[in-house]
């Protein structure tokens, strides 16, 4: 049987964890070649993926002259590139927890999750749509979030740069039918997945599971979604099952934007 993304020259960004990682072993899996970036190494990855299906390159997505470096040496190597994933994204209070709400919020930290998820996505689809000329055809796909749809009190930075993506890559699937390119442009829109970002909330011990619980409890679905399940929506959305798709918005949060679920009566 053939993979559903056979002969596909694919890049994700932020692929060395969570999501990213999920979607560059979904991809590998699936046939394509996959370009893992990431300002972290991921050497393991591309150890478990095999070097016959992938390789790592280092890119900082809020740099241009990375992007030209990166994206050109896969024109040379590969000599050309069918899908980009613009994952790569911060929450502004990874390492330590700093105000991040609309009041308190420093315009240094506002800017600083604006430059990796807004910048970084603006300079992924600007030099995706410049390799993908070369067919003429292609598939960028962004990942904005759940907080990209609605307000975030307490992450007024990262839903407002997740909102930005959300409509850029609506203005880029315009852009590219308008310039009579074959380049489709999707947004995805996770809620409430477990990755390495919880983490720090969920903690160790007998307790975590109760605190999984209490993360959840809005969700109709009752229950973390996975970065696997995200990753089959970008296999979907990389494929060409996806061709008629472009400047769509996919939610993949347990129902959680659906509103609430009525709890069964217990007899």
Known sequence: MTGRLDGKIALVTGAARGIGEAIARAFADEGAFVIMTDI?????LVADIGPQHGRFDRLDVRDEEDWQRVVDDVLAREHRLDVVVNNAGITGFEAEPVPHDPEHASLEDWRAVHATNLDGVFLGCKHAIRAMRQTGEGSIINISSRSGLVGIPAAAAYASSKAAVRNHTKTV??????????????????????????????????????RMAALVADTPLGRFGMPQEVAALCVMLASDEAAYMTGAELTIDGGLLAGSAATPEAD
């Open 40 to 44: 972290v190494d991921a050497a393991g």
């Open 173 to 210: 699937a315009l852009y590219c039918a308008e310039q009579g390119l074959k380049i489709r442009s999707n947004s995805i829109h996770p809620g409430a997945v477990l990755t390495p970002m919880w983490e720090p909330m969920l903690g160790s011990g007998p307790e975590r599971k109760a």
